[in-house]
């Protein structure tokens, strides 16, 4: 039995209401958020049901994510001919919904499209933690990951 290691950029992460009700304001949820992610970089919507928090075009720009996922490949892998493959097609991109749109292909092993249900933001004013489902563009992927403690 084992683990897959990812690492991402959060494009889109979603918190039931249901959750809050009762046990924290909004502005107290705003600021345990914050902690997790530079709200700065995300659009919060407001519907019926959930917040949800859509990562902003501008923050997904082209050259500045060739520029770190240059940086992050160099750190992590030791094969590069996969890594420069990656890259070279991201720099031919126009926009932000062309590089989701490649990374929801899963043409590359090092460089996808996944959604996750985490436990993840503990809220420290009211001690619970909040379930989150967060939309990640995956960068890196690392084998198994044994987990000898089960």
Request: glycine fraction near 4%; hydrophobic fraction near 35%; proline fraction near 0%.
């Amino acid at each position: 039995m084992g683990q897959y290691v990812q690492a991402g950029i959060c494009n889109r992460a979603v918190v039931s209401k249901r959750q809050l009700e009762g046990r924290v304001t909004y502005e107290e949820f705003i600021e345990e958020v914050n902690k997790e992610l530079n709200l700065d970089l995300y659009n919060i919507i407001d519907d019926e049901e959930n917040y949800i928090f859509v990562l902003k075009s501008q923050a997904l720009d082209k050259d500045k994510l060739v520029e770190f996922l240059e940086e992050q490949y160099d750190l992590c892998y030791a094969d590069k001919v996969n890594t420069q493959k990656i890259i070279d097609e991201l720099k031919n991109i126009g926009s932000s919904e062309d590089i989701i749109n490649l990374a929801k292909e899963k043409k590359y092993g090092n460089f996808q499209y996944n959604d996750y249900t985490y436990e993840n933001i503990y809220c420290t004013k009211w001690k619970h933690r909040v379930m989150v489902e967060y939309e990640l563009i995956v960068y890196f992927i690392q084998g198994k990951i044994f987990m000898e403690c089960y």
